[in-house]
């Protein structure tokens, strides 16, 4: 829970050699901001929840929400601990797959160009981290 805070809370690097898309080398998923992570919005969170917990291939969890302030962009992270994998290739036991549905678009976790999330691309099988960052608006 704490790293998908602090990552959710990161703001965009626009500096020398550092305007890239998010999830890049030169980039990381931005500089975290303390500021943004210990300001007054209110945020959903949810950690280990029973009626969150994923117990077989294929389950979906539908969390529907609205946007308070349109000035501000939105928001969304989604963290897990994966159970050790295998000492060689890929180590992944489970893949989670972030999607978020605006006005008809479909945002999958880790699709970014420059610092915010663009609509369609592939799910992202490889980070136990996700993020769609949508511009305000």
């Not at 999607?99 to 999330?117: H, K, L, M």
């Amino acid at each position: 829970m704490t790293k998908a805070y602090l990552m959710n809370s990161a703001r965009y690097l626009d500096g020398l050699s550092a305007g890239d898309d998010l999830w890049s080398n030169s980039q990381g998923m931005g500089l975290m901001d303390l500021g943004r992570a210990f300001d007054p919005v209110e945020r959903v969170l949810r950690d280990q929840l029973g009626s969150d917990l994923f117990t077989g291939t294929g389950q979906e969890r539908l969390i529907t929400g609205l946007v308070d302030d349109p000035t501000e962009p939105v928001r969304i992270t989604i963290s897990w601990t994966d159970a050790p994998g295998a000492t060689f290739g890929n180590a992944f036991n489970n893949d989670l797959d972030l999607e978020v549905q605006v006005a008809g678009q479909t945002y999958r976790g880790n699709n970014f160009n420059g610092e915010f999330s663009v609509p369609g691309g592939s799910a992202d099988f490889r980070n136990n981290t996700e993020s769609v960052v949508l511009p305000p608006g």
